[in-house]
């Protein structure tokens, strides 16, 4: 056995026309501090929010994270609805 891995940083990207842009999108704002993965599709001011977001999509607004929230942190994981769209 060897290691042939490698370990990449955590960073943030989005895609436009299929291209892979470094950084976040112009519709995300705030402080991005901890924040990493692809944000395309999300939108909003994600100040104190953390996590990957990968995956995720929607407008951080519709989570009516307070100033309190913001200021304890807000890990992703916890504004994910796990429910199933039918």
Request: hydrophobic share 25%; glycine share 16%; with cysteine.
């Amino acid at each position: 056995m060897r290691r042939a891995l490698k370990k990449g940083k955590p960073g943030m990207y989005h895609y436009i026309a299929g291209q892979k842009i470094p950084g976040p999108p112009p519709s995300v704002s705030g402080d991005l501090t901890g924040v990493h993965g692809n944000l395309s599709g999300v939108s909003g001011d994600l100040s104190g929010v953390w996590g990957n977001l990968t995956g995720v999509q929607g407008d951080l607004s519709d989570c009516d994270l307070s100033d309190r929230d913001r200021q304890k942190g807000v890990d992703i994981r916890d504004l994910i609805d796990e429910k199933e769209e039918k």
